[in-house]
């Protein structure tokens, strides 16, 4: 059992930036950023395995970063150039099986945090 807990979220104005981060604690190995907007679908964001293999959705690809401190038992997630349609509530996700590349697929996680809201103004 992996637990989750999501921060960082907030409103910013188009064209700004916020860092997301997600502290968990437990056993993992793939862990993600999902998002989910009113009426819309759960969405993948980005990704990273234990061996530190990346993957983005192309909604954000060149424009976020995630990465994560082992030490500190930290995840985040950096956005820039955010847009309005990246408000959506931001989770963070995390699955013990071991694989290489971690794919977006919500039923590949079975560990889920509370989610922060990232609100973004036009």
């Known amino acids: 059992q992996v637990q989750l807990v999501e921060s960082g979220g907030g409103s910013v104005q188009a064209g700004g930036s916020l860092r997301l981060s997600c502290r968990y604690t437990?056993?993992?190995?793939?862990i993600a950023w999902f998002r989910q907007a009113p009426g819309k679908e759960r969405e993948g964001v980005a990704s990273?395995?234990?061996?530190?293999?990346?993957i983005y959705a192309d909604s954000v690809k060149g424009r976020s970063t995630i990465s994560q401190d082992n030490a500190k038992n930290t995840l985040y997630l950096q956005i820039d150039s955010l847009k309005p349609e990246d408000t959506a509530m931001y989770y963070c996700?995390?699955?013990?099986?071991?694989?290489?590349?971690?794919?977006?697929?919500?039923?590949?996680?079975?560990?889920w945090g509370q989610g922060t809201q990232v609100t973004v103004s036009s």
């Open positions: 996700a995390a699955d013990i099986l071991l694989r290489s590349w971690c794919f977006l697929i919500s039923n590949n996680y079975n560990n």
């Open positions: 990273i395995s234990s061996y530190g293999n990346t």
């Open positions: 437990g056993r993992r190995s793939c």
